[in-house]
């Protein structure tokens, strides 16, 4: 079957992850660490890189199997050898895609490159002239601007689009609209970590329910140490991927909590922690459907009363 061509826009950590993820099923010929082995008769390793996006001064002008490498980015390297792509980094369109903050944290923060930006026109030929099939967008947490420029250069190449952060495109009916009239599909928006906060917090809460458990409240606090944490330092920026995460924990949930109940979201970026982000705690209080406890503890009195959960697990 011949790869897939696919662009990236944002080769940080995620894009890391991901092309060292190709190049390690390309070669070792195992299915172990995946939840599907084949979707559509493609596997992991049939994907192939035709262009990556980005304006950071270390990535742009890199090779896409170099640039992964480059800092800020910090996440775990699994593959150092990845194979040279042949494709090099280009200089995208700044737009909101840079907090001020993000420039103001050294080496550990986003450096922009003093290449000139691009323009719609230099991104939809991009586009075309890599054979992209699908564009996947990695920008960091409250890039709505830039996302919606590159989503108009998509829809100008025809190119297919996998919106893996939480600017709202794909669930927005108006672009839904725009991406069908043209035929071009996209899926969004947001993507999950494998084994993270979220879907520990999403498998909880429908535990609960499919045990007849009310929940009452819920929490859901994430750390850590890389540049998308640092970037939702800005509360302002986190409006959708608090959202994002909150919805996937309410749609697990037997009964929707009422805002004030829930709170799920970036809490804070700790440096040491790097891109490993550790630490989800989870914590409920509840009573059964009733209004009684499920877990009982016996009162000096022979009363039943409801008892809050212990704080959850702690997750990588
Ligand atoms: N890590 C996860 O498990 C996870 C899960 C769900 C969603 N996400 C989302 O995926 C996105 C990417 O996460 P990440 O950890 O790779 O972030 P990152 O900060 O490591 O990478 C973002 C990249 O975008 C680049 N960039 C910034 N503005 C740009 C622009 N205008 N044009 C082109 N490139 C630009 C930066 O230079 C950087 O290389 C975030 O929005 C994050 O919330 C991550």
């Not at 075309?128 to 960091?140: D, K, Q, T």
């Not at 805002?259 to 804070?268: L, R, T, Y």
């Amino acid at each position: 079957m011949a790869p897939i061509k696919t662009a990236i826009i944002g080769v940080g950590n995620c894009a890391s992850s991901l092309v060292q993820g190709v190049a390690y099923y390309r070669e070792s010929n195992t299915a172990q660490g995946l939840i599907h082995d084949r979707i559509g008769g493609y596997g992991a390793g049939d994907v192939e890189w035709v262009l990556g996006i980005d304006v950071d001064q270390r990535k742009v002008g890199k090779d896409i199997a170099e640039a992964i490498f480059a800092a800020p980015n910090n996440t775990a390297v699994f593959m150092p050898k990845v194979a040279p792509t042949g494709v090099k980094v280009i200089m995208g369109r700044v737009l909101d895609g840079v907090a001020e903050h993000m420039t103001g944290m050294g080496d550990k923060g986003f450096v922009v490159a003093a290449a000139p930006e691009a323009d719609k026109a230099r991104i939809v030929g991009a586009l075309r002239s890599s054979g992209a099939e699908v564009l996947l967008n990695f920008l960091p947490v409250g890039s709505e601007e830039a996302t919606e420029f590159y989503m108009e250069c998509a829809l100008e190449a025809g190119v297919a689009v996998v919106n893996c952060m939480p600017v709202f495109i794909a669930s927005r009916p108006e672009w839904e609209k725009r991406f069908r009239a043209k035929r071009i599909p996209i899926v969004g928006d947001d993507v999950k970590a494998q084994l993270g906060a979220t879907i520990v917090h999403r498998v909880l809460s429908s535990l609960f329910g499919a045990r007849g458990v009310n929940v009452e409240r819920t929490y859901q606090l994430n750390t850590g140490g890389n540049t998308d944490f640092m970037n939702m330092l800005d509360r302002q920026r986190l409006g959708s991927k608090k959202e994002s995460k909150t919805e996937a924990v309410q749609a697990m949930l037997a009964q929707r909590l009422a805002d004030e109940n829930i709170h799920v979201g970036p809490s804070d970026y700790v440096p040491w922690q790097k891109d490993n982000t550790p630490a989800a705690a989870v914590q409920r209080r509840y009573r059964g459907a009733d209004g009684r406890g499920i877990y009982r503890r016996r009162r000096a009195g022979g009363g039943i009363a409801a008892e809050p959960s212990r704080s959850g697990p702690w997750m990588r």
